[in-house]
């Protein structure tokens, strides 16, 4: 395991890689060099069933873009095939197990009389590691990690660092999903934050506000869920919810708990007349250069009113779930805003029947509120990671 310290610190860097997308590749270049691996890539899928395409928004830069590219058209039959099973593999694990190549066949003669494991043997790759970083949805952050003939395999002591460090990078790769955080980007976080369609709440090591977009305000107002104290600290109101918050706020490894799904973090705060809710999600940043200090320690919260329409893409949402057609219509009306009397109205069903629907969403995608599912369908905004 990392000194504490040094732990400590890679932490607060991963997270600081949600408020600048820019920092991901040197975050990526620091997990291979911490168990001197050859690299690490990001996988996704774009487009879905037998039109899906592997991509790699994210590698380690001693990686060269085009060869990877080249790579996946190549041999795409292959890695759809690999990709799988280390997908069936993580799914049938708790947490974040990186799973290895020993997954991907009979035996290492098979393995190793594979094409395409014979051109990764000519780029000086011969171990494989693979794993989810988003059990929620399948199709994006796809973590793989490569050694050489050298290096080896991974020993204990390597895998129980990338062990304790991924479910940050899950988390942190959470928040940067569209329709998240991924715009606000340090150098421009000042400027654009009033435009952002959810709230956002700058805190300093001590829980004090240093600023707040409008919509931020309008949530702390119409909720009355939180507020400020005489030394400008922000403070929730329910007990548990202000434990909570307080013990994300204390400590950058309080983060990154429930590992490849984050979305069990976000603190769930209802509204009194059931209308909505809010999503509160906190991250620990090091650093705020905008506010006129290299060493901030404080914390970006943003919170998320559940009642305001989002944009998802239902298809891929249904495959990842499989919900039927009528599933799916309901699924976007939740999305929508709508209750489920509205829904009952809109649908002319009974309300029974669309709670008993509605219930089967829920079983379905894992949650067990509306704010849950709107929060996990967050992520289905666009099939892409990348910032720009």
Not at 327 to 354: F, P
Request: one cysteine or more; glycine letters at 6%.
């Amino acid at each position: 395991m990392l000194e504490n310290k040094q732990f400590r610190d890679f932490v607060l860097d991963i997270y600081g890689a949600v408020a600048d997308y820019d920092q991901w590749p040197e975050i990526f270049d620091r997990l291979a060099e911490l168990v001197n691996a050859r690299g690490c890539i990001l996988f996704e899928w774009q487009n879905d069933g037998t039109n899906r395409k592997l991509r790699a928004p994210l590698m380690t830069s001693g990686y060269k873009p085009e060869l990877l590219m080249a790579y996946l058209e190549k041999y795409a039959d292959r890695e759809f095939c690999d990709q799988d099973l280390f997908e069936r593999q993580s799914m049938s694990l708790d947490g974040i197990v990186l799973a290895d190549e020993s997954r991907l066949s009979h035996n290492e003669a098979e393995y190793l009389a594979q094409p395409h494991v014979k051109e990764m043997l000519s780029y000086g790759i011969r171990h494989r590691y693979g794993c989810l970083l988003d059990k929620d949805n399948t199709y994006r952050a796809r973590f793989a990690l490569q050694t050489s003939e050298a290096r080896g395999k991974l020993n204990s002591a390597d895998a129980d660092k990338l062990t304790a460090l991924l479910p940050h990078v899950a988390k942190a790769l959470d928040l940067c999903s569209p329709p998240g955080i991924s715009v606000l980007k340090q150098q421009a976080l000042l400027s654009i934050i009033e435009g952002l369609p959810f709230g956002v709440c700058v805190l300093d090591s001590k829980g004090r506000v240093e600023l707040c977009n409008t919509e931020f305000r309008r949530q702390q107002e119409q909720y009355q869920a939180f507020w400020t104290d005489q030394q400008n600290r922000l403070i929730l109101h329910q007990g548990a919810d202000r434990q909570q918050f307080k013990k994300l706020l204390k400590d950058a490894l309080n983060h990154g708990c429930y590992g490849a799904r984050p979305r069990k973090e976000a603190i769930l705060i209802n509204s009194k007349d059931n209308a909505g809710a809010l999503c509160l999600e906190v991250v620990p940043m090091k650093e705020l250069n905008e506010l006129g200090s290299n060493i901030f320690n404080g914390a970006l919260l943003f919170s998320r009113d559940t009642s305001k329409p989002i944009s998802i893409d239902i298809e891929l949402a249904a495959l990842s779930f499989n919900l039927t057609k009528t599933e799916c219509e309901i699924t976007q009306l939740i999305c929508l805003g709508l209750t489920n009397t509205e829904i009952a109205d809109r649908r002319e069903r009974s309300v029974e029947t669309i709670n008993s629907q509605v219930k089967t969403i829920f079983s379905k995608s894992g949650v067990t509120n509306r704010t849950q599912l709107v929060r996990l369908l967050c992520n289905f905004g666009t099939p892409t990671l990348n910032a720009d």
